[in-house]
């Protein structure tokens, strides 16, 4: 048997092409953690019901596992969804590893070991135009960072990120301000400054097309 098995009016999200398309953001689990799998322990997929749900497209729901199989986790639903009448906690599912989002074990067993990943969830000041993919990063700068306010989950990186200035201009025409966001937002959709993101405060590169590369300025 090689196929997704869900109760009737159910399908699931496939995670990888946005995950793909936002690496510095959206973090799949480790191969050493899918395969460190067994029964009993839990699996989180995003489930979707087919005819629309009454307030939420899909829902992220955990599955207890009962088994594992040919790349797919046999199991139950492990809660009860919000808004997906067609569901409930204790459906059988059998989905395909390649669509869990995130993982848990039972108690009492370790976590593997995995690679080390950072993350990119420090905030900078960036240009919509950025983000919204209509202009590369064209001149970056790191300053004192000085936007955080108390009870902030993540503190400012002291980064900004400004567009070229045509479309800069074209952003104050749209009223689309700069965004105070993720440095990891930012490099999804441009991350050709990746490189330096470590330099300290007071630096300031331009992009040089000629070059294909930032610029420091003095």
Known sequence: ???IEL???????DPRPIAASARYTYEMPFA???EALEPEDGVKAIFRETAGGREFDAERMWVT????????VVGKLDNDPFDMPSMKAGDPVRLP?????AVTFKAGKAWPDTPYR???WERCLVDACVVEGRSYADYIYREVPEMAEDGDKYPDSGWRIRGSEEMIEEDKRLDKGPLYIAVGKVLNADDRWLHLIDEGVGTAFQWDAARSDYVKLE
């Open 1 to 3: 048997m090689s196929e």
């Open 7 to 13: 109760p009737p009016g159910i399908a699931l999200n």
């Open 32 to 34: 050493e953690e899918i």
């Open 65 to 72: 596992i009962e088994r594992i199989e040919d790349g797919f």
């Open 97 to 101: 590893l390649t669509h869990v989002i």
């Open 118 to 120: 950072r993350t990119y």
